[in-house]
């Protein structure tokens, strides 16, 4: 099993531009997420899935927009960067999300994005 | 906003000796979660307590939960240098009902040889 594969590790991109960062996970969980991390902040849930077809904001959504076609991808697309959307990205999976009876989260190696 | 939030920020210690981390929340949980964050790597999920239990064991690890306190301590007992890293909790927002799992700001520990 490979895990959670995020892709790219590096990106470097100008004001204005657009990209999509690829998470995928061979684990059959329902449940994925994509955090940010800046320092200081810790992590900050951008937005969540429960399952195909089923998409939700989390903290700071704004600027960024998710859609899951399937159990196994759950891409991020940043439509105009801007230079406050530097950060680490990870993506995470769990089972079910069901968080009250157990579930863990499962965290990809992160996507490092620098936006000029 | 966060829900978690760790104590100390940083944290520097001599190899063998115990590192203690805290976290506070903020409303009722279902379950507190600590994970693990080595420089430049994603999070690794290290133990998880109910929140009808007061102390758990994982080999050197020795979490408890006072949920009057609304409080978590992580305590790693004979620490190595392999223990560097960044100790995060995360919790579920009993309240809200979402299915969101909201972390901390993360005590950062270095462990001196």
């Known amino acids: 099993n490979a895990g959670v594969t995020q892709t790219p590790k590096f990106q470097v991109l100008k004001t204005g531009q657009s990209m999509t960062l690829q998470c995928a996970q061979d684990m059959n969980h329902e449940y994925m997420s994509w955090y940010r991390q800046d320092p200081g902040m810790g992590l900050r849930l951008i937005h969540y899935?429960?399952?195909?077809?089923i998409t939700d904001q989390g903290e700071v959504p704004n600027g960024y927009n998710v859609s899951r076609s399937t159990t196994e991808d759950f891409p991020l697309r940043l439509l105009s960067a801007a230079p406050s959307q530097t950060s680490v990205y990870f993506c995470?999976?769990?089972?079910?999300?069901?968080w009250g009876l157990g579930d863990i989260q499962y965290f990809g190696a992160g996507t490092r994005l620098s936006v000029l | 906003s966060q829900q978690g939030e760790e104590d100390p920020q940083a944290l520097s210690i001599q190899e063998g000796e115990n590192a203690t981390m805290n976290c506070s929340y903020k409303?009722?949980?279902?379950?507190l979660q600590w994970y693990r964050q080595n420089s430049g790597r994603g999070l690794v999920h290290l133990i998880l307590i109910r929140s009808n239990e007061r102390e758990k064991h994982s080999g050197r690890l020795r979490v408890t939960l006072d949920t009057s306190k609304k409080s978590s301590s992580l305590l790693i007992t004979a620490s190595r240098a392999a223990d560097t890293a960044s100790y995060f909790c995360?919790?579920?927002?009993f309240g809200q009902g979402a299915q969101k799992l909201v972390f901390g700001q993360g005590t950062r520990l270095t462990i001196n040889p």
């Open positions: 899935s429960v399952g195909a077809g």
């Open positions: 995360a919790t579920d927002d």
């Open positions: 995470a999976s769990s089972r079910t999300g069901q």
């Open positions: 409303t009722s949980i279902n379950n």
